[in-house]
């Protein structure tokens, strides 16, 4: 394990893992603190000194400025949740692509999340990770292009674990624990959320690009029922998610039609 001389004064708790064991190579360069204001902050100021390899992780049990998706922050309650940077070298993929890379990821937190859920668990759109009507993973993806391709991908993931009070206005959170009952020990769960994305990202390398977009429908919330959204002007309407376009834009049809919309233009009514 390697931690910072900046963060060891504020040590609570620190991981027993080294490396990830599981993996192929997500997890074999792997960087555990004490504390961090953002795994993914850290992952960029890292990227840009240094040339950290295919795979490599950042982690911590202690965010305390974790970020969303369009600027929101993300409440993690010290060494009850997993925090974590993934640094990916995508290069492989051009840059129309990025929003299967997205897909990939997301289901990979999917398939993590019901490897522990025994109800159902779904990718709210684009890559938040529902039970039921209630959120309990966010995932920031942050790409770097260089001409016509991915150069560079760090992945944040986010996911309450063992946290039960909820203190920010987030309307909907939920956890591992309060889904199941039961504590969860951070440090099996980390190597698994790690196993389950790499195998995500093995189809990508292997060009199942079309299996992976299956998947991601087969497992949106909300899709193809009615159910209420609203638009930015404040408008609730009625409407039915019938598919995803090419660069992720969100399909609705309702009784104006078939509209596309991006994550600044629609908001779910939970």
């Not at 931690?3 to 960087?31: H, M, P, Q, W």
């Not at 305390?64 to 060494?79: L, N, R, T, V």
């Amino acid at each position: 394990m390697q931690t910072s001389s900046n963060n060891s004064a504020n040590l609570t708790k620190l991981t027993r893992l080294d490396t990830i064991k599981k993996t192929l190579f997500v997890g074999k360069e792997f960087y555990h603190f004490p504390e961090l204001a953002s795994t993914n902050d850290y992952a960029i100021k890292f990227s840009s000194k240094s040339k950290p390899s295919e795979g490599t992780v950042i982690s911590t049990y202690k965010q305390a400025q974790g970020m969303g998706q369009a600027g929101s922050k993300w409440e993690s309650e010290p060494d009850k949740n997993i925090s974590m940077s993934l640094i990916l070298h995508p290069k492989f993929m051009v840059a129309r692509d990025q929003f299967i890379l997205n897909q990939a990821i997301s289901l990979g937190v999917l398939d993590f999340v019901k490897n522990y859920i025994s109800s159902s668990a779904k990718i709210k759109w684009s890559n938040d990770i529902y039970i039921s009507d209630k959120k309990v993973a966010g995932i920031l993806i942050q790409n770097t292009l260089v001409s016509r391709n991915i150069q560079s991908c760090i992945i944040g993931v986010g996911i309450n674990i063992n946290q039960t009070i909820f203190k920010s206005d987030a309307p909907n959170p939920t956890s591992l624990k309060l889904e199941m009952g039961i504590d969860f020990d951070l440090d099996e769960l980390l190597e698994m959320l790690c196993w389950f994305i790499e195998k995500r990202y093995l189809q990508l390398m292997a060009n199942s690009f079309e299996k992976i977009k299956v998947e991601y429908l087969d497992n949106l919330y909300r899709y193809m029922e009615d159910a209420l959204y609203q638009i930015p002007d404040g408008q609730v309407f009625r409407g039915r998610i019938i598919g995803i376009e090419e660069f992720g834009k969100l399909i609705i049809e309702s009784k104006n039609g078939i509209q596309s919309f991006d994550t600044k233009q629609i908001k779910f009514i939970i």
